[in-house]
Structure formats: C-alpha cells, structure tokens
C-alpha cells in the first residue's frame, strides 16, 4: 500500500524512512499497518463475516467458537501493528523535537552574535559622538 503521505521532505524524516526502508521488519510492519488503516481491509471483513454467517456449510464445520477465535487473535495482531505505527510515529516526532532545538540553539547563538555585534556598534557610536563633540569643541575655540 502506497504511504499516503508520500515521500518525506524534511531531511531528519527522509533519512529515517530511508533507514525503515532498508529493514525488512520495518517494511513488513508499515505494510500490515497501512492495510490494515484501509478500506480494503474493512470491506474484506465485511465480506467475510457475511460469508461466515450466511453459508450453512461453513457454519457446521467451523462454529462461531472458530470465529471469535479467530478474531481475537487478529485484534491481538493488529493491537500490536498500532502499537508499532506508535512507535513510529514517536520516532518521527523525536527526530523533528531533536532538529528542532538544533535549530533553536543555532538561533541563540546567531541572536548572541548579534546581540554582540550591537553592543560594539552602539560603543562605537558613543566614541565616534564624543571625538566628534571634542573636534567640534576644539575647531570652535579662538586661537
């Protein structure tokens, strides 16, 4: 099933997918979850569960003990693909937190540089006033 979000462009996310990509598990796992998010994956259930009730002969060879079963042990299943996509999506979120405050220190720091830079021009300016205001005064002076 194809990923609805399409491919990632952030670059922390690209390369994770790349790296879920390269595991076989990972694909697998994706995969179940993605199918099992979808339609087709209802509309199969619906279709079986008609199926199931419907037909006699399915009825007396496999009793609904067979299907509760059988349910359950998909509930089981799929409980533990949610779980995952979890995961997932924590991974994702951790990775976006990480470049995130990355991002924020590189700012704190050019906000500092800035800050810095600031200071020296207004420090600056204030010697450049006061030799001004002392040429001023001196150029003034008779003599």
Not at 38 to 66: N, Q, T
Not at 84 to 102: G, T, V
Not at 121 to 139: D, G, P
Request: no cysteine; proline share 4%.
């Amino acid at each position: 099933m194809p990923d609805l979000a399409g491919k990632p462009k952030h670059p922390s996310l690209l390369m994770h997918a790349e790296m879920r990509a390269a595991n076989f598990q990972s694909r697998l796992a994706d995969w179940i979850t993605a199918f099992a998010g979808s339609m087709s994956f209802a509309y199969l259930h619906i279709i079986w569960f008609v199926l199931w009730l419907k037909y006699e002969p399915f009825k007396d060879a496999f009793p609904y003990g067979l299907l509760t079963m059988i349910v359950s042990l998909e509930a089981i299943f799929l409980s533990t693909f949610v779980m995952i996509s979890q995961n997932r999506a924590d991974e994702k979120r951790q990775l976006l937190a990480d470049h995130q405050w990355e991002l924020i220190q590189i700012e704190e720091r050019q906000n500092q540089q800035l800050l810095d830079l600031s200071t020296s021009i207004l420090n600056l300016t204030k010697e450049v006033h006061v030799l001004m205001s002392e040429l001023h005064r001196t150029t003034k002076q008779p003599g």
